[in-house]
């Protein structure tokens, strides 16, 4: 549903980690050419998933538990591809080999995760919502 807060959330969610990886790119080599993240097949594959666990937290609009669930899978993941930008940018940092700037890309991740833990806070608050009018029945 739409018109919920969480699916918007879960919207941006989706492009920030679909959409904006295409445009930012992670890091500027010392050739001044802009790597992106299709580089590595493995930051490309978890941003793949990460990509459709927002998608398909979209369309479970009607399970909010498994909507809790994939969005905590989802910032797990999102965590882990934080972590490894960050291992590559301190294992190759400053000239020293061929990095010699780091993009805005590296922060996408962290975007996500905020737009994640939004979602999930809402959705908590409607499963709270529930539980709250099913005990008055």
Do not use: C
Request: hydrophobic fraction near 55%; avoid cysteine; charged fraction near 15%.
């Amino acid at each position: 549903m739409i018109q919920r807060i969480q699916t918007v959330y879960l919207a941006l969610a989706f492009l920030v980690t679909g959409v904006l990886p295409f445009v930012f790119p992670l890091w500027t080599l010392s050739d001044a050419k802009a790597e992106f993240f299709m580089g590595n097949q493995f930051y490309s594959v978890l941003f793949g998933l990460s990509t459709s666990l927002s998608l398909l937290s979209i369309l479970f609009y009607k399970k909010r538990q498994h909507q809790f669930v994939l969005g905590r899978l989802n910032i797990i993941l999102n965590l882990i591809l934080l972590g490894l930008f960050v291992y590559r940018s301190l294992n190759l940092s400053g000239e020293a080999v061929t990095v010699s700037e780091k993009g805005i890309g590296m922060f996408l991740p962290i975007i996500a995760i905020v737009f994640l833990v939004l979602a999930n806070k809402a959705i908590k608050k409607d499963e709270d919502l529930v539980k709250s009018v099913d005990r008055l029945r």
